[in-house]
C-alpha cells in the first residue's frame, strides 16, 4: 500500500491530534483535582475545552471524535477558517494553562497531596508496561513521536517533558508542560500549513498482503497500538488493540503499596484511566 | 402589661443585668430570627459567589437572579420525605440534628453586637462559647452513630477527632488574646465578650496588631483552627464525597439534613463572630484611633448607608439590564423593589439617630460577612487536606505556635512590670 498522506493531510492530523491531546489532558486536570477536593480547575478546564470541542464540530460535525482520519489521509477538507480558529484559541489557551499552574503548583495542599504519593520507579513502569505521561513522569524519555516519528511529527520542533521522582505531582507537572509542547506543536503545523490535497489517491477496495503489522501511535494517555493480522481479504482476519488505559491501570497496586487509602483516589486520578477502555 | 413593658423600655440597661429579662428575649427572638435569615442568605450567596469565582452563573432561575432559591430550597427540603433507615437507632438519629443546632445556636448568647446589643453579659463569655460550640461534635457522633452506616460512622469519627485537635490550637490562640485585655493600669483581665472589645477600646489597638506580630500570629492560628472546627474546605475531611459520600450527615433527609445545614452555617457564624471580638474589635467601626478626624468621621458616618445605597445601585443596574421580555416582567419588577427596599435601608441610616443606633451591628455584621466571603474563597480554591495532613498541621505546626505565641505574649505582656520590680528595685 504504503499510501502516505499528502503534506497538507498530515498537517492537519497533527493539528487534530495535539488538540485532542489538550482535550485529554485538561480533562484529566479537571477530574484529579475535583477527586482531590478543589472544585475551580474543573470548571475552567471545561470552559477551555469547550473552544476545542467547537472546532472540532465545526471541523467534522462531532464533538469528541475526530472521524475525519482515513487511511491516506483525510476525509474532509478544512472549513474556512480553521486556521483562524485554531491560531485565536492559542492565543486564549496560552495564559489559561498559567491559571491552572497558578492554582495548583505552588498551592500548599495540593504539593502535600500528591508529592510522594503513588511512586513508580522508570524500572517498573517498563516491567509494568505503563506508557505516556506516567511513563515519562518516571524519569524515562520514551515518546512515540520522537522515538518513532509517525505522521511527520519528525518535522516539528518539540521537548519531551520528563519528571524525576514518577510521583503524582511530577505527572501532573509532565502534563502541564505536555500542553504546553502540544501548544507548540499545533502552533508551527498551523503557521506552515501547505496548500495542496489533504488524500492521497487511494484503490477504492484495498487487498492488503499476506502477513501482520503491529502499529502504534502516541495517544494522550499512552500507547496506543493496532495489530492487525491478514489472510490477503479486503478484511482483517484479526485486529487486536492495546489501549493504555488498560495497561496502565495495572501499575495501581504497585502505586498504592505503603499509601493511605485516602491516597488511592489521588492515585486513580493521576493514571488517567477511562474505564470504558479498561472494561471491554 | 404595657406600663410593664414601658418600664423595662425606659430603664437603661446593659446586657446581663438583673432587670434586663425584657430585653434578653427581645434579642432571643431577634438573633434566632436573624440568623436564620442569614443562613439562608449565605446560602444564596455562597452558591453565587462560588458560581461566579468559576466561570458560572449559579442560580439563576427562582426569582431575580435566583434570589429566591433558598426559599424554593427551604420548600424542598420541608415536603421532602423524612427518612429513618430500618437499623438506625431511632431516638439518637432524631435527637443528633437538635442538638448540633441547640448548640450552634446557644453560642450566640454572649455575642456582643454591641455595647448595649446583647442578650447577656457573661463574666466568662469566650470558655462559654468555646465550651457550647464544641457540644456539636457531640451531636454528630451522636448522628454519625445511630445511623449505624459505614460512612456516616467514619464521617463523625474523623469529625469529632478533628474539632478535638483543633480545639486545643484554638485555645492557646484565645488565651493570648484574653491577656492582651490584663494589660493596663490595672492589670485586670476579662473573659466577658462585652470587656475584651471594651479593652481594645481602651487600649486604642485591636489585639490583631498588638505586639506585632503576636496578635496577628494568634489571630491566623484562629483563623485556620476555626475553618477546620466548622469542618469547612480545605478541611473539609467528614464530608468528602470522593471517599465518604457525605460524611456524617449521609443518611440523613429532608428537614433533619437542613437542620444540619443550619448548625454548619451559625456555627461558621459564631466562630467568625468569635475572632471578630478578640482580634477585629467586635463592633468597634475601623481604626477609631487612627483615622481620626472631621473627614474621616463624616466617611465613616456615611459609609453604612452608602454601601447599603450602592447594592440598590447594582440591583437598579440589574433591572436595566434584564431581558425585555413579559416574561421576566414579574422578575424585573422584584428586583427593583429589592433594590428599592435595600436604598430605604441606606437612606434611613443616613438619619443620625438610627445611625447611632445600629452602627454598632453593622459593623459587626461587616466584619463577620468579611469571614464568611473568605470561607467561600477557601473553598473555591483549596484542595482537600489528607487525614494525617490535617492532624499534622494541628498538632505539629498550629499548636507549638499557639505555645509560642502565648508564652512570647505572656513575656511581652509582662516586660514592663518586671522592669519595675526587678530594676527600680
Redesign the interface.
Known sequence: MGDKAPHRGQHIQVILKDLNRLTDHQLWLGKH????????PH??TF?DREEILKIFEKYCGARLTTHAFRIGGLQYETYDGFEKDVKNFLTFVAPKIDEYEE??TT?R??V??TKGVGILSGQDCIALGVTGPVLRASGVEWDLRKAQPYANYKNFDFEIPVGQNGDTYDRYLVRMAEMRQSLRIIQQAVDALPEGPIMAKVPKVMKPPVGEVYHSIEAPKGELGYFIVSDGATQHYLLRVLPPSFVNLQALDTMCRGQ????V?AVIGTLDIVLGEVDR | MLDYIKSYLTSNLTPGSAGNMFWAFVYIVVIFLGLSVAVIAMNWLERKI?AH????LGPMRVGPHGLLQPIADAIKLLLKEDIMPAEADGFVFWMAPIFVVLAAFTVFIVVPFGPTHAVTDMNIGVLFMLGVSSLSALGIVMAGWASNSHYPLIGALRSSAQMVSYEIAMGMAVISAVMMTSLNQQGTGTLSMIGIVQAQQAQGIWFIFKFFPLGLIAFFIFAVAMVAETNR??F?LPE?E??LTAGFHTEYSGFRWSLFFLAEYSAMIAVSSIAVTLWLGGWLRPFPNLLTGAKWDLFFFLFPGITFLFLAGMCFYSTVRMPKHPLFRIQTIGLAGFGVVLGLIGLILFIPAVRERVQDIYWFSMKVAAFMYLYIWY???????????LMKVGWKILLPMGLGVLILTAGVGLWPLMQQTIWNR
Open positions: 483535582t475535583l477527586d482531590i477536593g478543589t472544585i475551580t470548571v475552567y470552559r492554582l495548583l498551592n495542599i495540593w502535600e497531596r493511605l487509602v485516602a491516597d483516589i | 462560588l469565582m468559576q466561570v458560572r474546605a480545605p473539609d468528602a470522593s471517599e473553598r473555591g480554591t483549596f484542595p482537600r487536606y489528607r487525614f494525617d495532613q
